[in-house]
């Protein structure tokens, strides 16, 4: 914002503020602080037309905020110069004029630039008041004049990080709440209360989509992160903004818009993680967050991506068991019976085959002949009394192998 400056100096009317500087050893700098103080207003008109060639982005700056703020300035400045106690308003000056910037998102080094043009300002102005008899107690000060402009700096730019660390924290502490409210909500269940409900549910997901920065309709991507991982995916994700983190009951669920050619599933992540893509609208995003978290659990502790392609023969193992007992048990005690490395062999064709669905991939995998693979798939028959060639007995056999497999590789 560059403001336009007012037609004429005399324009800018200062404020009423008691000019009044002790006695002092300094006769002659104190008389040259007063006949400035007399024509404060010209400074002030000075620092505007240099301002104007100073730009602070898209930060919204009300004209009568810079004005009042170069009048308050430059008055803080001369109080300062020549001895005199600050009135109390002028006092907190650098820390208010600094928390309204930061506030209104102006770059702190445009702020900068704009504050350090009041050295330039002032000099001119004393240089002015001084003439030329006056020169030599100008170069005698002017370390005095800087000192008073760099302190000001300073007090601005500690007060500008103070307030700028608040506003993050505000801000994160404001995201959190409406991520919270998104988790603990039931905007995502069915409503059984009729059409009503449903347009208050998408008018409160409407709501906390503009308040993320997101379009309720855009498609996510959602991870599931356990207990042992939260920590090293909090620092990997910490200053992506695109990301948005939340945490719960000890698990950690990181979503985002999804981006074509660019997801999680192309570039995962450095720990293990639940991987839930093509998330279609805010509102599902809780649901697919438990899911996730259900295939983290299930991924155990590699580094990668747990999908449901990946993990679903576990999980379908994992759920038979509870439902229906000891499923797998003759499977299980089949494989106790064998070898180790009989043992080890059939897990292992299994596992390819059931896979690629091709014995001439199988071979080569193995690097084996195809009869080989051929006789090892009718050992495993043999051994579990299932046929991975016959599709309805290959699904039943690998979701069983897939729960046996899991034990083996804990032991």
Known sequence: MVPHLPESAGSLSARSRVFNPPPSTEPEWTSLIERLWTERALLVADFLKRFAD??????????????????????LFLFQMAGM???????????????????????LDAF?????????VLWKGLERVAGESGIALLVANMTRVLDTVEGYVSSIQQAYAEEEARLTRNKQLYRQRILSRLFNSNISATSDVGIHSDAAAAAEVNDMAAALGVQATDTFEVLGVAAGN???AQRQ??????????????????FRKQRKGRSWREAGPDFPAGHVP?????????????????????????????????????????????????????????????????????????RIYGRTGSIKETSEELYCHRNTTVNRLHSLQQVIGLDLTIPEEAALALVALSGYDEKTKAL
């Open 230 to 232: 939260i920590a090293q």
């Open 278 to 350: 093509d998330v279609r609208g805010l509102g599902g995003v809780p649901s697919a967050a438990s899911a996730a978290l259900v295939l983290a659990n299930q991924g155990g502790s590699g580094v990668g991506l747990a999908t449901v392609e990946n993990t679903w023969m576990a999980i379908a193992s994992a759920l038979l068991e509870q439902t229906l007992p000891g499923f797998s048990l003759h499977v299980t005690e089949a494989l106790n019976r064998c070898t180790p490395h009989e043992r080890q062999r059939l897990l292992q064709v299994a």
């Open 54 to 75: 100073i730009s602070y982005g898209q930060a919204l700056v009300p004209e009568e905020d810079v004005y009042r703020t170069a009048e308050d300035t430059m008055d």
């Open 85 to 107: 106690e600050l009135p109390l308003d002028l006092q907190t000056l650098p820390r208010d004029v600094a928390r309204r910037r930061a506030s209104q998102g102006v770059p």
């Open 112 to 120: 900068l630039e704009a504050i350090r043009n009041d050295f330039r």
């Open 237 to 254: 994700f910490e200053s992506d903004s695109r990301a948005f983190l939340y945490e719960n009951a000890g698990a950690l669920y990181i």
